[in-house]
């Protein structure tokens, strides 16, 4: 085993946030006894972490905290002089003094011994009760210390130290009932001091050891900060094991046992995190019972026939739908309550019981990729403008008509129905564009649904006083559109992240089950890929494989479903049926970690349940290149002309017979060319057709419909020039911008007349193919313009060398000329029908060059 300093975090700096991380310090207390919040290294992963203020409740929250690479905080008391000047750091120095470790037990000796005597301060069980699991935490720290002095005394190669923060992160249970038990020892420690005068002079004139540089020798704690020390290690104690697994190679034997004492130890904090309500400031009823905001966020909410954006409080014991009223300049904002439901009162209608509603309008996909488009496009302005120092009056004009736009599509996109209904009363409707969300939201809900709730009604100053609390108490400040971000913040990754998904296990019975894939896109989260069901089964392997196109995405989830085949479950809101959330999880997609050419293995575990999976990320201008292939004598990447003239074929095979096979029986398929087919089942398509197989007819019926029509997308995205061909990419740009009809019309048939034969006779194929899709919208959903935003880059997108002249930046997906290029397939399936022979026969030439 290397020496740590070897392990890229030096011996010394280790040591010391080790230590300080983990002991029970005074120096931490600023001189009214109040914890001053430790400086955490920049940038590190987002994990759970206790509220660190010794003033509230151990309430949690989940703020981002990252570990960067030298974490080095000021070595605490604990520390010798000699270590801190980087001396040999020997044991001595080490070693837990009795006054770091049994800080929280200082004043539960005192009163232990004077329980037993005639005038006892408090009763043993008042003691139990306020220090409970106490001295079980000191013995588990002590032994933990005890075993790894030594180890960092006798440094060298041989030393493992691994199995101790596993054995350390095992005995959380410890801290469990420390933390359930908190609130009670708190309240028992505030009635003693107000019935037991002595007790309160001991709880007031609590004083530590301060440090030795400062000028305090002694500083004054209060009784809740003490006790509230052992809750904040917890969190301490796991950023330091991410960072000692940050810098311990993945060969290292301790590497496994660390990565084992991380999942603990954040599975634990999560658990904590479910079981408390997160840190919110409580507002306080005129009973004098206090209501917390454990959720808060903007949904869509379908009222009176049209979408609003509402901002919807979730508190202990009711439900508030709020619009953000619009104000003056240089006044506050404030709420405006549209509705609210208590919990009591609250019941989600089964999809049988819920009652008709009018129909939802959705807004076709087209439009929302229209949308996309122009949001792109306006981004790319406005990075325009930045480079070339333009007026920031300019800019601010375009960000604006960015928002508007971004807003719209937040506002049209979502289509998943969320009902609400108050056993009293009225149901309400929301539309969310995540199944994760609805989870989220329905879990929360029902999770508090399981404590004893009254039904109440409040008054008009209830009302308004709950209302007003909301701007104060709210956690999610802004919409989440990407306008409304600074220009430091991530700017999400752009491009495609294959992932494979492995496996599950963890169910309790055997299900069919299956996955699917979101990743967030302009703001809001969409569903990209879906499993096949695994049937009945408590351990599927799926071992398949997605490529999922990201637009500025940050993360990515994955929700593992039991699928339902009664129909009588029927979804009246959008006449679907209802799967069963067996688990849910989302991972964050840090760039450095996703953008190598290897796979990065990760596991994800939900309510028990772990799901296997695996990613990769390819940037956008990586994954769009065109390359030959070095083989001539496959199909892909081998030109058009060549496999025809090989074949002596008008049309290559590959062509024909992924078509026909759609035809047979995919043309109804929802989402046909739009849902992904699995990789896996692609690339062996592909090397069955490069290897001209004969089993090739055989494999095409038994395969997945969305693998065969994925293989087709990808033939034309090989291909190493685009099937209208670079040369005449250019004048496809002009001819569709054209304003005047009778000019673009003999444009665009000058220009298919220019293509060679093989690659117009493909073409054309492939035209009335798509048009055929398109006749059965209504099953299938792919309009016209939904197909040609699938084809339209694919088909024209120029190859490296002639893009370089149209190259933007990788954010801009969307960009001028993929809106041009869908245009221009649009035109031709728009087209009346176009004959080869008619077409070569008609003489009209466009006075244009080609």
Not at 653 to 669: A, D, L, N, T
Request: with cysteine.
């Amino acid at each position: 085993m290397e020496p740590l300093s070897h392990r890229g975090l030096p011996r010394l700096s280790w040591i010391d946030t080790l230590y300080s991380n983990f002991n029970y310090g005074a120096d931490e207390y600023d001189a009214e006894g109040n914890e001053e919040p430790k400086a955490l290294p920049e940038g590190s992963e987002t994990m759970p972490y206790i509220d660190e203020s010794p003033t509230m409740s151990p309430q949690l929250s989940a703020r981002g905290q990252e570990s960067g690479d030298g974490v080095s905080p000021t070595p605490t008391d604990g520390l010798g002089t000699g270590v801190g000047a980087g001396g040999s750091g020997e044991v001595g120095a080490l070693r837990p003094s009795s006054q770091t470790l049994s800080l929280p037990r200082q004043p539960m000796k005192p009163l232990k011994a004077t329980a037993t005597t005639s005038q006892p301060v408090l009763t043993l069980q008042q003691i139990e009760t306020i220090f409970y699991k106490i001295q079980d935490i000191y013995e588990i720290h002590k032994e933990f210390y005890d075993s790894l002095c030594p180890k960092v005394q006798q440094w060298d190669s041989n030393v493992t130290m691994g199995h101790l923060f596993q054995k350390l992160a095992s005995q959380l249970g410890v801290y469990k009932a420390f933390v359930d038990n908190y609130k009670i020892a708190l309240e028992t420690a505030e009635k003693c001091s107000q019935s037991n005068y002595q007790f309160q002079k001991i709880s007031e004139e609590l004083k530590v050891k301060g440090p030795k540089d400062s000028k305090d020798s002694h500083t004054s704690v209060t009784m809740e900060a003490l006790l509230y020390k052992p809750i904040d290690r917890v969190t301490r104690s796991t950023l330091v094991l991410h960072d000692l697994l940050k810098h311990t190679p993945a060969d290292h034997p301790d590497y496994p046992l660390l990565q084992d004492a991380l999942r603990i130890s954040q599975n634990f904090l999560s658990s904590i995190n479910e079981d408390i309500d997160p840190r919110r400031t409580a507002v306080t009823t005129p009973k004098g019972e206090t209501r917390q905001l454990i959720k808060d966020g903007f949904l869509v909410e379908l009222s009176e026939g049209s979408r609003k954006l509402r901002h919807v409080f979730l508190f202990t014991d009711v439900l508030l739908c709020a619009k953000l009223k619009k104000t003056g300049v240089g006044k506050h904002q404030q709420y405006d309550c549209k509705w609210y439901v208590p919990l009591a009162d609250l019941v989600f209608p089964s999809p049988e019981e819920s009652e008709h509603c009018p129909q939802v309008h959705v807004i076709p996909d087209h439009e929302l990729e229209d949308m996309k488009m122009k949001i792109s496009a306006i981004k790319s302005e406005v990075q325009k403008e930045k480079a070339n120092k333009g007026q920031s009056r300019a800019i601010e004009r375009l960000k604006k008509k960015m928002f508007e736009n971004e807003f719209w599509l937040l506002l049209n996109s979502p289509a998943i129905p969320f009902r609400i209904h108050n056993r009293n009363g009225k149901s309400y409707l929301f539309l969310l564009s995540s199944d994760y969300e609805r989870s989220e939201w329905r879990e929360a809900i029902q999770r508090l649904q399981k404590k004893d709730l009254q039904a109440f009604v409040l008054s008009s100053v209830e009302l308004q006083v709950l209302t007003g609390s909301c701007f104060k108490l709210r956690t999610v400040h802004n919409i989440p559109v990407t306008s409304n971000k600074d220009d430091d913040e991530s700017p999400g990754l752009y491009g495609f992240l294959h992932v494979i998904v492995h496996s599950a296990k963890g169910f309790e019975q055997s299900a069919n089950l299956y996955c699917t894939l979101e990743v967030d896109s302009f703001g809001y989260f969409v569903s990209k890929a879906k499993t096949r069901v695994f049937r009945d089964t408590t351990e599927p392997q799926w071992n398949e494989e997605f490529e999922i196109e990201l637009e500025g995405s940050q993360s990515l989830r994955i929700l593992c479903y039991e699928k339902c085949y009664d129909k009588t479950k029927l979804n009246k809101d959008n006449n679907e049926i209802v799967d069963k959330i067996m688990g849910k999880g989302q991972i964050q997609l840090d760039p450095q970690a996703v953008q190598t050419k290897n796979w990065h293995m990760d596991v994800i575990e939900m309510n028990g349940i772990k799901v296997e999976f695996s990613m990769k990320f390819t940037s956008r201008d990586m994954s769009l290149k065109r390359t030959p292939s070095k083989k001539q004598t496959g199909v892909f990447g081998v030109k058009i002309s060549v496999v025809t003239k090989r074949e002596r074929s008008k049309v290559p095979y590959i062509v024909r017979q992924c078509i026909e096979e759609v035809e047979k029986r995919g043309i109804e398929e929802v989402g046909i060319y739009r849902i992904s087919g699995v990789a896996t089942d692609i690339q062996a398509l592909k090397a069955v057709f490069d290897a001209n197989n004969k089993d090739i007819l055989v494999m095409l019926s038994d395969m997945d419909i969305n693998a065969i029509a994925g293989t087709l997308k990808l033939y034309f995205r090989e291909l190493p020039e685009p099937l209208l061909t670079d040369r005449l990419y250019p004048a496809f740009m002009e001819g569709i911008a054209l304003s005047d009809p009778a000019a673009k019309e003999n444009c665009m048939m000058h220009l298919l007349r220019s293509l060679p034969d093989p690659n117009l006779i493909t073409f054309l194929f492939l035209l009335e193919h798509l048009k055929r899709v398109a006749e059965k919208e209504p099953i299938n959903k792919m309009s016209l313009h939904n197909l040609a935003t699938v084809f339209g880059p694919t088909l024209l997108r120029p190859s490296e060398g002639e893009s370089k002249a149209h190259l933007t930046l990788a954010s801009d997906i969307w960009s001028h000329d993929v809106m041009a290029q869908v245009q221009v397939l649009l035109y031709y399936l728009q087209h009346p029908p176009i004959s080869f022979t008619e077409l070569k026969r008609n003489t009209l030439y466009f006075s244009t060059d080609v």
